[in-house]
């Protein structure tokens, strides 16, 4: 039996209002993740799951509850895990090489640059490593990204929303390239996204959110070995469960 990773237990969190009355936005979430799942985490928009998964990787304090990793409790945010989110985390005036070196303490600079190439590789950015992001397209820098929070070997990748900025094919292609990088290297991964589909293509999990203050409405597995078709009755079978939970009941998003 897969011990649980992450333990997230009773959270609540609101925020003052300009009139001085309380948003209630997340309202006594609790559920684990075991260590090596991937979940992913669905809801309406605005409902709370930035939020959600701001507390759990350390960076928003919740007013009441705790976060549990590896039987600890989370404060603050650490190595341990790290947060991809869709807005970029690559510092625009290091090339891809120097960002990926970034995060690497404790190495001697010869092997920093070695990891760092390493990293580059598997996201296929082979070539690119003395680029700096304006000179990469979209999905490249998505690649970046994601190399960056790969080299320092976190145990648990967050991920919020990772590609929502990209087009579809895209989206797609770093879906499979996350994908093809699990099967080499054991991650724990919560992932926090609108698109179902998505969901569906890469979780073990999926977890639905009610509208705000959030709580967790139902609860998915997605028994479905990789590689997934997202077309087979099955599959979509569960798209249309999960898009009823969020109030669309129909084959149409």
């Not at 600079?109 to 003395?130: M, Q, R, S």
Request: proline share 6%; net charge neutral; aromatic share 6%.
């Amino acid at each position: 039996m897969q011990s649980s990773k992450i333990e997230v237990r009773n959270i609540r969190k609101g925020f003052a209002k300009d009139d001085g009355t309380a948003l209630n936005v997340v309202d006594g979430v609790s559920f684990s993740v075991r260590d090596g799942e991937f979940v992913a985490i669905v809801g309406p928009s605005g409902c709370g799951k930035s939020t959600l998964m701001n507390i759990i990787s350390g960076f928003v304090q919740p007013d009441q509850g705790a976060v549990i990793i590896d039987g600890q409790p989370r404060n603050k945010p650490n190595a341990k895990g790290i947060l991809i989110s869709q807005h970029g985390s690559v510092f625009p005036w290091l090339t891809v090489r120097e960002n990926l070196m970034f995060g690497l303490n404790g190495h001697a600079p010869a092997n920093k640059a070695e990891l760092a190439d390493h990293y580059a590789a598997i996201v296929g950015l082979t070539g690119f490593e003395k680029a700096y992001p304006h000179e990469l397209s979209g999905g490249m820098l998505k690649r970046a990204e994601l190399a960056r929070a790969l080299v320092v070997k976190p145990e648990v990748l967050y991920m919020d929303e990772p590609f929502s900025a990209l087009d579809a094919l895209m989206s797609l292609r770093m879906r499979n390239e996350l994908l093809r990088i699990l099967a080499k290297e054991r991650h724990t991964v919560m992932l926090i996204t609108h698109d179902v589909e998505e969901a569906i293509h890469l979780a073990d999990r999926i977890m639905v959110l009610s509208p705000r203050p959030t709580r967790i409405q139902a609860t998915f597995d997605v028994p479905f070995a990789h590689p997934r078709r997202l077309s087979s009755p099955e599959a979509q079978e569960l798209r249309v469960a999960i898009l009823r939970e969020l109030g669309v009941d129909s084959y149409g998003d």
